[in-house]
Structure formats: structure tokens, C-alpha cells
């Protein structure tokens, strides 16, 4: 996308003044401890966990969506990243191709991601379960219990410095909590018993049938970078 593009995007969410005083927050400028100063033994033994975790999700039969799927969407992007997105489950694109938010959704989550200065392949992408529920519905709590070690291992190794959680199911899922979208926004949360700080926003396709409340989930992603940059201040 290019800055015209941008522009015009940031002013259909009704943003007037956007542009950052101090320039776009990248992973690749602001990494504080990156994949090239880890020992090669450390780098070896990430490796390893994601593939056994790979191949654990690839063959989980844990509950009933296994038997609907076409294969497993376990995530995509920067394993060191300091941005994690999780959304709710997979769709049907996403069960075809094997990669979160994909089509509509992920186009418009694209966008959001690049209008605070990130590409698609510097956060890490996930969801809540890593099967698509049937019909796209909304993921029930056993499946999403099953998944729940899944989810707290790539955290563990990704260590993300921010979670960004879009929609009120994912979000309700991850913090353990049952609550209104309204409840979350504008609010730091923490993900379980880590200091991982945790931002909620819209769900990207409730903001394509919504496209009025781009606005808010602007305001959130400036809030999530606002978070940000406090915990890279304090480390």
C-alpha cells in the first residue's frame, strides 16, 4: 500500500490528524533481544518446540472440530515478534489455505497492522482454536480448553511485548473472563500470570459490516502502541 493509499484509508476510519511524531514502530528497529544475539543452542531448541508443537496441533483429535477440517491453522509470522494478534477461530478460507486471516478479514487486518507502521510479517498471527468451527461459529469453551495449552506455548515462545486480541470471543477466551467488548477497550490487561500486557479491539469482519466504528479500533491500535512503548521503556 502506498502513502496515498494509507491516507485514504486512515481517513475512511475518520481519523483527521494521524500521522506519528516519532515515525512507524517496526520489529525490526525496536527488537530489544533478537533471533541473531541468541546462541545457536537456543535457536535450536525454539526450532524443536515449534515443530513438535507443529505436529501436535497437525494431529490433535482432542475434540469434535477435528473432524471437520481440511487441516489445522496453527499461526504465521515473525516467531521473535513483538506483536501478537489473536482473533477467534479459522474460516473456511483459513481451513482451506492453513493460515489465520485470510480474505476480507485479513486484508482489513493488513491495513490496520500497516497504518501503525507494520507489515504483515513482522507480528505474529493466531487464533483462539486451530480448527474452524463448523458454520463459523463461535468456538465453545471445551474446544477452546483444548486448544488453550497450544496458544500458551507460542507465547511462551514467542514472547511477545504486546498482545493485541481482536474480537470479544477471542478475548473472552484468552483473559478468562466473560465481558462486553465495551468493558475491554482502553484498558491494559494481562495475559495469565505473565506481565505480558494484553489490548482489545474490533474484530476486523465486525468492522467490514461496521465500517463506522473504524474509528474506535484506531483509537486502539494507538492506545496498543502507546502500551508498548511504556514496556520497552521499563525493560
Not at 486480541?165 to 462486553?180: D, E, H, I, W
Not at 465486525?206 to 479500533?217: G, V
Request: aromatic share 6%; proline share 5%.
Amino acid at each position: 500500500m502506498d502513502e496515498a493509499s494509507r491516507r485514504q484509508y486512515l481517513q475512511a476510519m475518520g481519523v483527521t490528524v494521524w500521522q506519528r511524531r516519532d515515525g512507524p514502530l517496526t520489529s525490526e528497529a525496536s527488537t530489544v533481544a533478537s533471533v541473531s544475539t541468541e546462541t545457536s543452542a537456543a535457536v535450536a531448541d525454539d526450532n524443536s518446540r515449534w515443530g513438535k508443537l507443529a505436529e501436535r496441533v497437525r494431529t490433535c483429535t482432542a475434540c469434535s472440530l477435528h473432524q471437520g477440517r481440511t487441516q489445522t491453522v496453527l499461526g504465521v509470522g515473525n516467531k521473535k515478534a513483538q506483536w501478537l494478534v489473536i482473533g477467534e477461530a479459522p474460516g473456511a478460507e483459513e481451513d482451506r489455505q492453513g493460515e489465520p486471516f485470510v480474505g476480507p478479514a485479513g486484508k482489513l487486518l493488513n491495513e490496520m497492522l500497516f497504518a501503525v507502521g507494520l507489515k504483515r510479517g513482522e507480528v505474529y498471527i493466531a487464533n483462539i482454536v486451530k480448527c474452524r468451527p463448523p458454520q463459523n461459529r463461535e468456538p465453545a469453551g471445551e474446544e477452546a480448553g483444548h486448544c488453550a495449552p497450544y496458544l500458551r506455548e507460542q507465547i511462551d515462545l514467542i514472547q511477545p511485548k504486546v498482545i493485541l486480541c481482536v474480537g470479544k470471543v477471542a478475548a473472552n477466551n484468552l483473559l478468562g473472563n466473560v465481558a462486553s467488548l465495551a468493558s475491554y477497550r482502553g484498558r491494559t490487561h494481562r495475559f495469565a500470570d505473565t506481565d505480558i500486557p494484553v489490548v482489545v479491539t474490533y474484530h476486523p469482519a465486525y468492522l467490514l459490516r461496521n465500517p463506522l466504528d473504524k474509528r474506535w479500533a484506531w483509537e486502539d491500535l494507538n492506545y496498543a502502541i502507546s502500551v508498548l512503548q511504556t514496556r520497552l521503556a521499563s525493560q
